[in-house]
């Protein structure tokens, strides 16, 4: 069977495509969604059950459905979860959220396109005019089946980044108390009370990371180790106005945030002015040139991201506490080596930021917390076969898959992919600001919409009677 549409991936992004699909489509089309995810629509970020794993933008931005900016709110208050707009509600209840979205959309089969969800992982591609057919992608699956399609889109979020150190820089005997993937929680049953730990980045994924050892009775020093040390601002407890920056001509970054800086500081509470900015983000880099953007990544995006993504106000009062107590200690520097001390415990060696001096300290776990892979498809096997057919090309900033300004997927030589998407982080390249779901729900609508016109036009016309 050929399916009209094909979504490969199983997190926000795919279940936010699925529900626009099914309002797009007629009955009559078919759709499959390929994920190797256990929780449809949950991914990484909305699995979790521990209650301070907040969203980190507020209740009234989180709706699925750009246009009906009450959804989320609406679904809380019936399960009697009443929140404010501006609250910071739970991750683990927006996973259900998402869920009973997607079961209500299904419920009336007679009217809808067929969904099939197919638990499997994608593995590899080939474009169906290589076996002589006009259109259309056949999807290798690790179940052994095969998949084909004539419109995909491809939402396969991004992997988690490596460790900041080579591997032959760490000691090999410390394998066993190393979490390359802290999203595998089980790792935090291992965790003695007293073990100190390493996390290697001070974003987000520490926070979360850090209460939840804590929640569960964690006792011992947590070192936090990231090149600046900078650590996430938190969101205020009323949420100031936003203010809409006035950004110069120049398309230097240097310009651009010299008055984003002066108009922040000028602001009654900074966070106004970035809020503001948000509507113009994604315009705003598409208007830079390739230089600028690269500028950019090197200098200026780790204090955007500590200002940009922030943490739910009780979330970060939580984690002063610690930091106050001295229990989480944040440093700033390099790391050189990881070695093993005569008791089996990790050495930490990095070099000071601005300094020649190498510091150490030990621990019993070193745990990765540096985020989101930005190394464009080096997590997947099936993007990594895909660029060697020549179907994708990574962007020229490494960022994610090469894509045009309405998200379809870009040849090597810069020709559209004709019925080939891609959503979310992988396109960050084009869009920059597209990991969170304020955005990606807006593409989700607009790819939804273009694909489901192209379905449209390629199905038979129903005969006109006489
Ligand atoms: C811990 C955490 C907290 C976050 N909190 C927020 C928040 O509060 N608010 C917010 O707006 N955003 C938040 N985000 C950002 C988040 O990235 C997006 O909201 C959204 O979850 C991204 O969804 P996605 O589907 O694009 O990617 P992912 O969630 O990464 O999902 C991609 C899925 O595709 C599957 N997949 C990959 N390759 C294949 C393949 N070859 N075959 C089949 N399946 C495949 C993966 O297994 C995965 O399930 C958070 C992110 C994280 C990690």
């Not at 980044?161 to 291992?190: C, M």
Request: glycine residues 8%; aromatic residues 8%; proline residues 6%.
């Amino acid at each position: 069977m050929t399916y009209d549409v094909a979504i490969v991936g199983s997190g926000f992004s795919a279940i936010a495509l699925t529900l626009n699909f099914l309002r797009f489509l007629p009955p009559t089309a078919s759709i499959a969604v390929i994920g190797d995810d256990p929780g449809f629509g949950r991914g990484t970020a909305y699995r979790t059950e521990f209650y301070l794993h907040r969203l980190n933008v507020p209740a009234a931005r989180m709706s699925v459905f750009p246009g009906e900016p009450e959804d989320f709110v609406d679904w809380l208050r019936r399960r009697g979860k009443p929140v404010f707009a501006e609250d910071f509600a739970s991750r683990g209840d927006y996973g259900l959220y998402l869920r009973d979205t997607l079961a209500a959309h299904l419920k009336p089969r007679a009217s809808r396109a067929n969904v099939d969800f197919i638990r499997a992982k994608a593995t590899a591609c080939i474009a169906n005019s290589e076996t002589g057919e006009a259109q259309g992608l056949t999807f290798h699956l690790d179940n052994g089946s095969v998949l084909s399609a004539r419109t995909v889109v491809l939402a396969l979020g991004v992997g988690t980044a490596s460790l900041p150190v080579p591997q032959e820089k760490i000691a090999a005997s410390l394998g066993a108390q190393t979490v390359v993937n802290p999203w595998r929680l089980g790792w935090l049953s291992r965790v003695e009370r007293d073990d100190e730990i390493c996390v290697f980045g001070s974003g987000l994924t520490m926070i979360d990371q850090v209460l939840s050892l804590k929640a569960q009775g964690h006792r011992g020093r947590v070192h936090v180790l990231s090149r600046r040390g900078l650590v996430p601002h938190p969101h205020p407890r009323r949420r100031p106005p936003a203010i809409a920056p006035q950004l110069p001509e120049s398309r230097q970054i240097s310009a651009l945030l010299h008055a984003l800086r002066a108009q922040a500081e000028a602001a009654e509470d900074w966070r106004s002015v970035f809020d503001g900015l948000r509507p113009q983000t994604q315009a705003l880099w598409q208007s830079l040139d390739g230089e600028q953007r690269s500028r950019f990544l090197r200098h200026a995006m780790p204090w955007w991201s500590v200002h940009r993504h922030r943490v739910a106000p009780d979330v970060h009062e939580r984690f002063q506490q610690l930091l106050d107590a001295g229990v989480v200690k944040v440093h700033a520097g390099y790391v050189q080596t990881i070695d093993a001390s005569d008791s089996g415990r990790a050495v930490v060696r990095y070099r000071e930021r601005g300094r020649q001096t190498i510091a150490t300290f030990e621990a019993d776990w070193i745990v990765n917390c540096t985020g989101m892979e930005r190394a464009g498809i080096g997590h997947s096997p099936l993007l990594q076969a895909m660029r060697e057919r020549a179907m994708i090309a990574t962007d020229p900033l490494r960022l994610g898959i090469a894509v045009d300004e309405h998200s379809r997927v870009l040849a090597p030589d810069g020709s559209v992919q004709p019925g080939l998407y891609a959503a979310g982080a992988l396109t960050a390249g084009q869009f920059w600001e597209i990991t969170a779901v304020p955005d990606i729900r807006v593409q989700a609508e607009l790819v939804a919409r273009q694909a489901a016109d192209e379905v449209e036009r390629r199905m038979p016309r129903p005969a006109r009677s006489a």
